[in-house]
């Protein structure tokens, strides 16, 4: 199977990307990104997946760029790098067309914008009219109740793919057999466990998670890696043994939740990463806003408060008032997102499927204690 990946330099592209190197069944990858690194590009995470806004990502890949790094091995047998952004869908098409050999999946990870419904659909389409049998796109969970504008921009998304699968198909089911296009596979991911890791300097200083819903308030989460595996299995599926050998996960729609901790439960498993100092290093105002220095405790705040919280560790005014309205809404039942899901144990098999927070805060010991 030769899939590949459209925003790959981003977090879950790049993590996409290397699932799929190390996936066996993947005998080719083209990762396609705004900002090709040079063939002698050192090898470096990924910026941590955040909800920033379009122009972050892209000046964060375009400085990787420069500074001759890349989120995968640029020199990989396997893999190929070309340009291409989900923003020119005749770009994709020619990129796709011009692959040797011919590329048969392609996961689409599109930034947050307003234009993603034409623009993912436009993908799809140009990636159906090269021969790519499957196409697959990351959303976000359905946020029931809510009208705010990032969740909308993936609703519309998501309509505009099904209602151009349906025109092109003619209302009916597509063909069986990977050797035409067939329906997207949707992936609606939770909120990113990694969204936190942009508040490490204010927690390793503080010692304090500030949020504007109670403390025993639920947050269904999921780690980067499992939506990149999730990805590849998804991609390098079997054709399905019934209906004719068709992808098995065509018109699918998978919600991807690792976990749904509290916030205390969030707090204790960073307690557990977070390196914090001495009691004797840090000031009296830190000393009364966190009375154990040496771990991380969860505090309710007014919205402000969390919204400046927020932007001081670098998240965009838009984003930060967004992501505290989604919260204060969620905790009070005027918003509802769904908080389990079996489809990550489904698709990754194992008992949980997915990391829960702790597993996923000791996965990213490193990140917290780097300087």
Known sequence: MRVAVLGASGPVGAATVRALLAHPTASAVVAITRHP??????????????????????????????????????????????????????????????????????????????????????????????????????????????????GEWFRTMEDRLAAAAAAADGDGPAAPGD?????????????????????????????VLVGVAPPDAVTPSVAVADIAAAAAAVLTARPAEEGGGGWAHAGKTYELISDAPSHDATAAALSAVVPRPAVEEADAATRDAAPAPSGVLYKQVPAAEAVAAAMAAGVPEWTASSLVELAAATASGAVKMRTTSGDLRALLGGERGGMDVATWARSTADAWAAS
């Open 37 to 150: 690194p040079p063939a002698d590009a050192a090898v470096v995470d990924a910026p941590p997946a955040t909800a920033t806004a379009t122009a972050a990502t892209a000046a964060a890949a375009a400085a990787a760029a420069a500074a001759a790094t890349a989120p995968w091995p640029v020199r990989h047998p396997r893999l190929a790098v070309v340009a291409g952004s989900v923003a020119d869908a005749a770009g994709v098409g020619r990129a796709l067309a011009a692959a040797s050999p011919p590329v048969d999946a392609l996961f689409v990870v599109p930034p947050p914008s307003p234009s993603i419904g034409q623009w993912v659909a436009d993908v799809a389409a140009a990636a159906a009219a090269v021969g790519v049998a499957r196409v697959a796109v990351l959303s976000v969970l359905r946020r029931v109740g809510s009208d705010a504008p990032y």
């Open 179 to 207: 050797g035409g296009a067939q329906l997207p596979c949707v992936l609606r991911a939770a909120m990113f466990y990694e969204n936190l890791l942009a508040l490490r300097d204010q927690l390793r200083s503080t010692g």
